[in-house]
């Protein structure tokens, strides 16, 4: 880990662990900061965040860092492990977000303890929507261009008489 500065000393041992397989693993990749944000739905800085263990990583940070390393399923069924048990053990303070000074902060879980997943994802994991129909959005451009059409041969009709 020669590049990376140490992590606080008061932190538990499931995030310490959790957070030295991370770096380990993002070095395995020989990525930068600014090309891992680049890979993923994370910024350079979130990334920081993460592997400096100032801020826990949302699961989709981690499956995908997993991904990008080409980690088989079964390790990256183990870094979710790690991960759920680095998140219950991680510092509550680092974990809740700052408020702003306004008030005007997004709603906190039950207790306002709780840390919550960020449910951002990158477009190409993004689930496919299933409330619509695969055709409505065909169909309703035919209808469209059906009621093009009749306004243009009405238009044509009174225009020549």
């Known amino acids: ?15 310490r662990h959790f957070v ?3 770096r380990l693993l993002k070095d395995r990749t020989g990525l930068s900061l600014v090309s891992l944000g680049a890979r993923t739905a994370y910024s350079k800085s979130s990334w ?6 100032t801020q826990p990583p949302p699961r989709q940070a981690v499956a ?4 990008i390393a080409g980690l ?5 069924e183990r870094f979710g492990v790690r991960w759920e048990l680095a998140v219950q053990a991680w510092p509550r303070q680092a974990a809740l977000p700052a408020k702003p000074a306004d008030g005007l902060g997004e709603a906190e879980g039950p207790g306002g303890e709780e840390y919550e997943d960020d449910p951002t994802l990158p477009w190409w994991d993004t689930p496919e929507q299933t409330g619509r129909r695969p055709g409505g959005r065909l169909l309703l451009y035919a209808v469209l261009l059906l009621l093009l059409m009749l306004v243009i041969a009405v238009v044509r009709v009174l225009a020549l008489g």
């Open 1 to 15: 880990m020669g590049g990376w500065q140490p992590l606080p000393d008061d932190l538990p041992p499931e995030v």
């Open 20 to 22: 030295e397989q991370l």
């Open 48 to 53: 920081h965040r993460y592997l400096n263990a």
């Open 64 to 67: 995908a860092l997993c991904r």
């Open 72 to 76: 088989a399923d079964t390790e990256a």
